[in-house]
Structures are given as C-alpha cells and as structure tokens.
C-alpha cells in the first residue's frame, strides 16, 4: 500500500502538475501558430518572464498572501497575467508585426522569436541576476498530508498548495477556453482565421483584434503556469530552456493548431516524464521473491537528470510515426 | 447614380499590370457577368474591386463614392461582398458559424439574416450544426454565398460560383443567384460558363487580355455572332 501512495506521489500527482503547467504553455504555442503560422519559440520565456512578474508583485507586497491565506504569487497572478500579455502585445508589435507586414516567410519571424528569446533572457538576467529566487517571500508552501484510512498505509498523500491551484486553474481555464471558443464572437472568430485567414479578411473580420487576443490568450497562460511552476519548484531565470522542448514537444503531439490536443499532448509529455523517471523498484519491492532477477535499488527508464530526453524523444517518434500528431494537426 | 462603376481600371501583381483599362458598371438589381478566355484577367478585376491587388491606375466607385484601394473591411462595412472561387469557406466551422462570421462587423441582431439565408439555401438549413468542410461541393457554395448575404449587401461579387459543380448543381446555384438578385443586391460575377451565365445577366463584359472588347447586355452579346464565335463556342 505504501508504495501505491509513492506511485501516487511521485506519477499521478508530479504528472498532472507538469502536465497542466506543459499544456498551458503548449496551448499558447498552438494558438500563436494557428494564427499566425508561425512557431513562436520565445514563448517560454513568456512564461518566465510571467513568473518574474508575479515574484516582482510579491515583493512588492509581500504580506497579501498570508492575509487571504493563499500563496501571494497567487494573489498577484491576475496582475502578473495582464503585464505578460501586455509585453505579449507589445512583442508582436515590436518585433513581429513589422516582418508580417512585409510577408516574409513563416522561418524569418521564427527566428525573430529566437531573437526575441534572447533577448528576454537578457532583460530578465539583468534586472533578477541569475540566481535562483523562492517564490514564497513572507509565507511559505502550505503542504497537505492526507492520510490514508488503511492499515497498510502508513504513508500519507502530499499535495501541496501551488499543485491543488494549478490542477483546478487547469480545469476553469480549459472550460474557458471551450466557451470561448465555441460560443463566442472573437473565438469563433479565432477559429475562422485559423481556419482561413484570407477568408476571415474578405468576410471583414476584424484580423488585427483577433491576433491581439490570441497574444492576450497566450501570454495570459504563460504568466499562469510560469507562476505555478516556479511556486511549486523555484524561479530560475533559465526556467525557459526546461521549458521550451516539453511545450514544443506537447504542441505537436497534440497537433499544431489543435488547442485540445495541445492539453492531452502537455499531460502525455507530462506524465511520459514522470513516469520514466519513476523508481520501479519501490513498486516491483513487494513481489521481489517472485522475480527473476535481483531487483536494485533504484529502477528508472531514464535518470532524473536526464528526463529533458523524455520530450525530445517523443517528439522524434511522433515526428517519424505521426507527423500531424494526435489530433491530425498542421505539419509545422 | 449607378450602384458600381469603374473606369479605366490597371492594375496587377508587383510591377507588372493584368488590368490594362477596364470600365464597368452596373446598376443597383443588375446582374454583370464577366467572361473571356483564360488569363484575361476577370478573376484578377474582382480582386482589384475588393482591395486584394493594387489599382495602380484608374477608379472604382460604389454609390458614387470612390473605393480604389480600399481596405476589404471597410468595404465590408460599406455593404459589399466578395465570395472567393476556391477555399470559400471555413471547413472546421458549423454552417451557421460561417454565416456568423459573415456578419462579424454586424453588432445588431443579424437572426433574421441566418433565417433569410436558409430560405434562399434549404438545403443548409439542415446541416447549420454541420461542419462546412463535410459538406458537398454544391452546399460549400451555398455556404459561401450565404456568409457573404449576411451583411444585406447592395452589391455581391462571385468568382466563378459554379466552377467544379456538376450541371445539375450549376444550374441550381445559377437560379438562387438571380433569387438572390431579386431580392435587391446586385451581382457581379466572373463565369466559365459564359453562355449560361450571359443568359441571366442584364449586363455582360467580355475581357481579353485585361481590357473590354465586348460590353453589351448578356441577351445581345449571346446573339453577337463575333462574340458566340470566339467565346460561347459557336
């Protein structure tokens, strides 16, 4: 029973909180390139750059978070989330919208967003250092211990506070999404142009508005699970190297353009990870008289400090196998 | 005053001009249909009409208002609609979601709109919660036009509505277009099938490499002997 709750702790609960954090960054990406055509590698810095909003705001006023009884970042995310989709807008208009006007090929505003990568990672550097930053200034992690009522199980399941509030944000914004999406004039509007996009412009849709949005979307996500991530781990101002291949990895495993399969592919390569770098061992250890062969103490598919393999894998296999990904998407 | 006039019209992709001087016009509850030989740059005029490729000299007007170079949206906003030939619609989108987004820049209650248009079009009335894409070609074009109704355009521009569409489907598109007609918005389409076409204009244009050689009303040019012989096929 014990290690069951292992299992739970180290897959099920590890799984789903990456998994979210991967599928709002991969969500971004799919709706940044159904729209605009193009793969928008500067998006995990977005994300960093969100968490160093939120951890700015919580410096700034520290003692919110203990006053509600909810992690400060939290608290500041709603602002933290306006400010990155802000620089989202203002990125694009800056540094994207002028090589659209000019209808340059897709390649060149990709390597314009590496540039801008660059380029946030330096801003970023300089204002933060490159030390890594607890995000919890003036509170610290709340960490819940259920406790199993079985006689077996003796260890209790751990959740912590950032995990409970990525997993249900997940759920709202997913529902969101949804409706947004499907019920509403500039999401249906967002689906025409993905759809369409000189169609969208004859039919008199407005097309600046409707990027502005998918800027306001994605930046918005990427403030979320920036936040959340470095709330459950730490802020590290490199935070976008780790992030940038799981993401990219869920976007075509879900399939480009797909929002849908951007979340399945994010908790594919979320839980992918979790699970290749699960002990086995501690799972297999009641049944070791029964094997055949002398169980070692750690049993892994791939080290801990190796798991960045996990997602670049993947993506080769769905890259050979399944170009479309998933959910049949665009080929990137 | 005519609904739609343009004079002397040049224009082309980069440099290079396919509209050597084309003069229209047409009067509001008028079908134009334009035909000519391939390359003579019919499809390329109603591109210039609706802002997609550069009028380098010349001017169009609607209502008497000059609209060269206008942006497609604002055209829009000015009651004029354009249906593309090909990729006319938004596959992944339900019927009635295209012809929402017809009327996107509509901010008043467009309900009798979507009713009217499933009136001219029954057969779309069924499928209003079916993907567009999963739809027959004849349906694809009836979608297409429908989203461009639902602004209530004086003036609508069709390229080649029934191009790819079996006789039976082209003859039914042709019969809705003068429904269409009758209910008060001007036409103005580019035709392969120039007989059948010419027959329920009011107004013909005859192209050839980028200016008028025939101008005429779609009865007298099918009886042009000059005109069937080198168009309509004898």
Redesign the interface.
Known sequence: MNEFVFFINNVVISGLTIGSIYALGAVGITLIFSILRFAHFAHADLMTLGAFFAFFLTAMFPAVGPALGLPTAFVMLPLAMALTALAAVYIDKGFYKPLRRHGVKPIVIVMASLGVTLMLQGLIRMFMGTSSRNMYIDDRKGIHRIELPFDLANRPIVLTDPQIIIIVLLVIIVIALHLFLTRT?LG??M??M???P?????????TDTVVKVTWIIAGSLAAIAGTMLSLDVSLKPDLSFHLLLPIFAAAIVGGVGHPYGALAGGFVIGFAETLSVFNWAVLLRPWRDFLWFDLPPTLAFVPTEYKITVPFFILLAILVWRPTGLFKGKVL | MALFEATNVHGGYGGMNILNGVDMSLEADEIGVIVGPNGAGKSTMLKAI?G?LHVNEGEIRLRGESITNAD??AL??HKMA?V?QE???????TVE??L???A??RKDDFQHMLDKVYSFFPPLADKRHQPAGELSGGQRQMVAMG??LM?EPSLILLDEPTAGLSPLYMSEIFERIITINKAGVGVLMVEQHAKQALKIAHKGFVLVAGQNRFTDTGENLINNPEVAKAFLGG
């Open positions: 004039r249906k509007a689906r025409a993905s759809d369409n000189d169609l969208a412009r004859v039919s008199g849709i407005n | 609706f997609l497609p949206v829009v906003k354009f593309p990729k006319n619609i938004f596959p992944t989108l979601e295209n929402e987004m017809g996107f820049i989203r461009a602004i």
